[in-house]
C-alpha cells in the first residue's frame, strides 16, 4: 500500500482506531497521517521529541496520560491483520463513495471544533456528492434528531420543520435511525422532490445522514430504501470503514459528528434518556444552537425535550423559531402575525377612559372624570384621541363606547 | 371620619387613587397617609420641602415627572364626593373582611418589593383570615394562572400540579378567572376537602384569589359559588375598594399583586397574547420565578407558554419541577425514578468490549481484542469486570454476552 499517500493512511488509521481513540488522535496531530501509520503498523519507531510532543498535547486537551507507545500498539495489533485501506477506498468507489479527509479543501472546517476528537475521515456515499456537491456549511446544516419510538406528534411535527427548514434552503442532518430520523430525511427528500427543478436553489442537497456503521450496508434494514434515497439525492457519512458494525459506542460518537457539523441541533421528541439528548449535549459543547420542541406532559416522548429546555435548549414551535436562532439579525418569530388589539398602543390613562366609557348610555366628561379617576382636561385630551381611534364616539348628551372591530380579548 | 387613623386614610385613598398612581404614592411615601388623605381632601396644604421629596422621589424611581399637586387634585377631584371609608370599612366587615394597611404587623413585608407600586392597602374577605390566618410568607404561595377559555389538558395538568403543590402544604394564587384560574382554586380547595382533619398541615391555607374589583360582588358570576367557597376557606383580595368594577387597567394592576405575593408564577396555558404572560413578567420583573407549561404546537392554547419558554421561564411538567424552583437546596426533578440500564456507568472500553461480545456464538480474547479494537490485557480486565456486572459470561470455549435483565434501549 502507498504509505505516501494520506488518503489511504487514514483510510487504514480509521479501521485500526476506534471513533475519539484520543491517545492515537494525538500521535495523528503530531505525526501526520502517514508517519502514524508507519508507527501503528511497526515499520519506523517513534522518536523522542515527537513522543513527549504527544503527551504534551494529551496533557493539555485531555484527562488522559500518554501511557506510551506499547499501551496503543497492544490495542491496534489485533487488527493490523485487517488493513486493507486500498480494498476499503474501492468498496466505496464502486458503491458511488470514498473517503473525505482533512487534507482535502472541500473538508468541513466546521469539524475543527472537535480539536482532538476530530475525525479521522469521514467515508461518504453519494450520488448527489459525487455530480461535485459538498458538504454545505455549518451556517446551512441543521440536525432535527429524536427518538426511535416516535409518536405521530413528533412524526408529524418534524415533516412540518423539516419543510420549512428545507424550503429555506438548508440540508436538514440527521442519524438515519426510525422514528423522528427517519422522518426527518424523508420529509427533506419530499420537500425536493416537490420542487420545480428550476426553483430549487443551486446545488441545495436536502439532507445528510450520519450513520455508526460502515456504508456498504443499509443500517437499520427497514430504512434500507430511504437511505438508498438519501445517498441518492444527499449524502450517507461515518467516520468508520466498510464492515464496520455500528456499535453503541459508536452510535455515541456518531452523534458528536451531527452535532458539530450543523449549526443548530433540534430534538423533536425523545425520552427521559434517549441518545438524541446526546446530540444535543454535544452542539451545546461545541457552542452550537441547541433546541427542543414542546409536547404534552403527559408524552414520555416529550419528556426529554422538556429535560433538555430545563437545561438550556431554546424553545422552538416552527421552522421559523429554528431559523431565527440561525440567523441572529432580525426576529421573525417576533414578527408572528396575530390578530391585534383595539387597545393595543394605548397609554394606561386612555385604558381607563376606555374602561370607563358607557357601551348603551352617554356619559358626560365630568362623569367619566370621577369614573376614570382622571382629570377633566385629560379626559377631553383622551376622548379627542380615543375618538380619532374610532373607539369613542360623540352622543347627544355625552360621549359612549365605539368599536375598530369586533374582538374578544383573551384575558385581562 | 377619623382623619388621625392610617387605615380609614388608607380606605380613603384606596378610592381617590388608581392603583399604582405613581404621583400619588409617591406623595404617600413622603406623607404617610393621614396627611396624605388631608392634602388630598385639601385640609392642608402641601409644604415646599415634602413637595421637593415627592419630586425627587419620582424621578429616582420613576420615568415620571411631578407636574404640581394641581395635577394630581384635579385627578382625584371628582371622586371626593365618593370618600365614605368607614362605610366602606363596613361593608367590608359586614362581609367577613376588612382592609389590611401596611401599618400592620400582618402585612405582607414581599409586597414591598413592588416600591412604588405597592398597594395603598389589601381589601379581604376571608372566614378562615378571620379565625387569625394571615396570608402565608412568599415561599409558600405559588401563583397558577393561565387562559380564561382553557382545553381540558390545561384543566387537567393544573389540578395535578395544584394537587401536588397543595400537597407540599403551599398555598395557591391565582386571579379568580373562568378557566385555569378556576381549574387552580377548585383543585386547592378540592385538597384540602381530601385531607383527614388531623393531616393538614397547620395552619394551612389552600387558595387566595387576587380581584381586579371590589369583594363586594362575585366576579365573574359564573364562579360565584367557587368564589365564595375561597372566601369561606381561602381568602379574597383586592387593592380596590367595594363597589369598583373591574376595569381592563385594574385587571393588569392585579396581575402585580399576584406576582409578588407568589415566590413563583407558573403559568399552565395561555394564548399568545394573554393577561397571564402579564403576571409572568411581573413575576420575573421582580426576581420571582417564573415558569411555564409546554404543550403540543399544534395548541393555540400553548403558544403563550412557549412564548414565556423563550423569553427565559423555566419549563415544569409536574408539582416536582416547580417545588425545585422554589427549595433550591437537593433537585428533586434530577432524583426522578426512571428504568436504569444495564450499561450504566460503564467506561467507554467497557462499553466498546459489551459491543463486542457475541450474543449466541462464543468467542476468545484474541478476537474480542480485534472486534473491539482494545488490547488483550484490557480485553481480560474488562471480561471479569463485566462478568461480576452480569453482564459477560464464560462459555465452554469463550466468552458470550448474559443480561442483567431485559431492556431496550430508546435510542443509542
Not at 500521535?27 to 504534551?56: F, H, M, Y
Not at 376606555?354 to 348610555?361: G, I, K
Request: charged share 25%; net charge neutral.
Amino acid at each position: 500500500m502507498d504509505e505516501l499517500n494520506p488518503r489511504i493512511a487514514r483510510a487504514a488509521l480509521s479501521r485500526l482506531m476506534e471513533p475519539s481513540d484520543l491517545q492515537g488522535m494525538a500521535l495523528l496531530k503530531i505525526l501526520g497521517p502517514v508517519q502514524t501509520l508507519a508507527v501503528a503498523v511497526g515499520r519506523i519507531r517513534l522518536d523522542a521529541e515527537s513522543e513527549r510532543a504527544v503527551a504534551e498535547l494529551l496533557d493539555e486537551e485531555t484527562a488522559l496520560e500518554w501511557r506510551g507507545l506499547e499501551d496503543c500498539l497492544a490495542r491496534w495489533r489485533p487488527r493490523l491483520a485487517d488493513l486493507a485501506p486500498e480494498r476499503d477506498l474501492g468498496v466505496m468507489q464502486r458503491l458511488g463513495g470514498g473517503l473525505m479527509i482533512p487534507e482535502d479543501a472541500a473538508w468541513p472546517r466546521a469539524l475543527s471544533d472537535l480539536a482532538l476528537t476530530e475525525p479521522i475521515g469521514l467515508w461518504y456515499r453519494s450520488a448527489a456528492m459525487a455530480a461535485d456537491r459538498l458538504i454545505p456549511q455549518l451556517e446551512d446544516c441543521i440536525a432535527v434528531v429524536g427518538s426511535r419510538d416516535s409518536t405521530r406528534y413528533g412524526e408529524s411535527v418534524t415533516a412540518e420543520l423539516v419543510h420549512g427548514l428545507a424550503g429555506s434552503g438548508k440540508t436538514i442532518l440527521s442519524g438515519g435511525a426510525y422514528g423522528i430520523d427517519a422522518a426527518a430525511h424523508r420529509a427533506a427528500l419530499q420537500r425536493q422532490s416537490g420542487m420545480q427543478p428550476g426553483v430549487q436553489p443551486g446545488g441545495w442537497l436536502p439532507t445528510i445522514a450520519v450513520m455508526a456503521g460502515g456504508l456498504d450496508r443499509f443500517y437499520p434494514s427497514g430504512n434500507e430504501g430511504l437511505l438508498r434515497e438519501v445517498a441518492a439525492r444527499g449524502i450517507l457519512l461515518a467516520e468508520v470503514p466498510p464492515g464496520s458494525n455500528p456499535t453503541r459506542y459508536r452510535f455515541l460518537q456518531r452523534n458528536r459528528l451531527i452535532a458539530a457539523l450543523s449549526c443548530a441541533t433540534v430534538v423533536v421528541e425523545a425520552r427521559w434518556r434517549s441518545g438524541a439528548l446526546n446530540t444535543a449535549h454535544h452542539a451545546l459543547g461545541l457552542g452550537r444552537a441547541m433546541a427542543a420542541v414542546p409536547g404534552s406532559v403527559y408524552s414520555a416522548n416529550s419528556a426529554g425535550c422538556h429535560r433538555l429546555l430545563r437545561e438550556g435548549a431554546q424553545c422552538v414551535s416552527d421552522a421559523a423559531e429554528i431559523l431565527e436562532l440561525v440567523l441572529p439579525i432580525g426576529s421573525m418569530a417576533g414578527e408572528r402575525s396575530t390578530e391585534s388589539r383595539e387597545t393595543d398602543g394605548l397609554s394606561p390613562q386612555d385604558l381607563m377612559l376606555l374602561d370607563a366609557l358607557p357601551l348603551r348610555s352617554e356619559a358626560v366628561v365630568e362623569k367619566l372624570s370621577a369614573v376614570a379617576g382622571l382629570q377633566e382636561g385629560a379626559v377631553r385630551a383622551g376622548l379627542g384621541r380615543l375618538e380619532v381611534l374610532g373607539l369613542a364616539k360623540r352622543g347627544t348628551e355625552g360621549w359612549l363606547r365605539s368599536h375598530r372591530r369586533s374582538g374578544v380579548s383573551d384575558r385581562h
